[in-house]
């Protein structure tokens, strides 16, 4: 991916630099692009780098990591390998909630960073930090493993969210023409489906005319049903990018016949950005080796590969708020070998985490996991744990830890949330329990729907 002609050059960083949080985005690219035809062995020496430098900064400038590493003896000056990582305990996201300030670097102003929250689906919602700096290479890897599909830049997208805060309805003049012109992305609201709603995405599909579709695999997967039963041409789309949940075989599948494209699928976090992604090989997932250091560990110890085990990332970009060794809560797979396809990036295959199903209404509207998550979770007070049981249309059961104790004013936002996003829901129920356990796979499963007709996510 090269940054092309006037537009890509000037209009568009102008853009990003002024309006996206994501200045010297060129040379960014030039930067990173070209490390797509680095041997292994030049990725490998640059992660190296890059990771002493964070572990030298964590060191210096954060209280956390000051302490945590004279505790342990941990040296970042005399590592002599990635591996020397492994005599550090792993960070959870109970740690980030309990040391969040200690763990902010002392030598970034507060106007330098942003504040984010993790997507939810591990029913914990996690406020994190972010230096505005690292916006920019965000960006670039984001582009990188899109133009694997055969995406170019300007090209058109078409976003298939369930989170309606991102579709903000009131966008200026300005907002609407860069939209438009510039990013050429188009939104489209997928937290509640039904026949209308479908209806009016598959009709402005087909206006928009999108080169890339980008989107959750439960509401894409309904959409592309929706295509399929209709006959509905979509010819013209290069491909078909699933983040945010697990990617299912026969969702996959469904995306492919009802898109008519080839399915990508790309494992990101709101904590560290694009972590991994396919490439037109559609085999393994290249782990954006320059962005993050990943381990595959159990009880905290690296596995080989070939082993599934916790995946466990070292953010190598943001310096705001340096994260070391988080466990992210999901698993995979380091496979040790090189993909067919050229490039050097490590692969990594198997990655599951959280099962979410979908739910479903009174009047028989799908209400997808990840609006779940986004609606309740995400824009909630902080819980311990949350875990959503419909046992039919009309009752749910909320089952919350006790680590916070919640109080009344956390069940009541949950019992008027459900009420307004499931139409016709009569009893929602609650239940306090010490924790939420995984499945014996390991996963956890943050919504489950025993009502007939509602899960499409397993």
Known sequence: MRCHGVFNQLVMPWYYSRYGGAPNLCRACRDLINHNEWSREQLEEYQFHQLKKMLNHAGQHTAYYKRLFQAHGFGPEKISSPGDLARLPLLTKDIIRAHYHELLSDNIADKMRHESFTGGTTGV???????????????????????????????????????????????????????????????????????????????????????????????GTEVARYLIDRNINMDGIEGVICTGEPLYPHQRRLLEQGFMAPVYDLYASRETGTIAAECRNHHDLHIAADSVYLEVVKGGCPLPPGKEGEIVLTDLCNFGMPLIRYAINDYGTLTGNNCGCGLSYPTLRNVVGRICDNFIDSE????????????????????????????????????????????????????????????????????????????????????ICKAPHGKTGN
């Open 125 to 219: 919602k996690v406020r994190f930090c972010r230096d505005n700096e690292c916006r920019t290479k965000r960006t670039v890897f984001q582009w990188r493993s899109d133009n694997w599909t055969g995406w170019k830049l300007h090209s058109r997208v078409a976003v298939i969210w369930p989170a309606a805060q991102d579709l903000m309805p009131n966008r200026s003049i300005k907002q609407k023409i860069a939209d438009k012109f510039i990013t050429r992305d188009r939104v489209y609201y997928a937290g509640i489906l039904n026949e209308k709603s479908l209806a009016d995405i598959a009709a402005d599909l087909k206006k928009f005319k999108p080169k890339l579709v980008r989107c959750f695999p439960s509401p």
């Open 364 to 447: 028989g509207n799908v209400i997808t996991s990840s609006s779940l998550v986004l609606h309740l979770i995400d824009d909630g007070p902080p819980v311990g744990q949350v875990q959503l049981i419909q046992e039919s249309p009309t009752e749910i059961l909320v089952r919350l830890s006790n680590n916070p104790h919640p109080d009344e004013s956390v069940m009541q936002y949950y019992e008027q949330s459900l009420r307004r996003i499931i139409k016709g829901l009569k009893t929602v129920k609650f239940s306090m329990v010490d924790k939420i356990e995984t499945e014996k796979s390991g996963k956890y499963r943050f919504a």
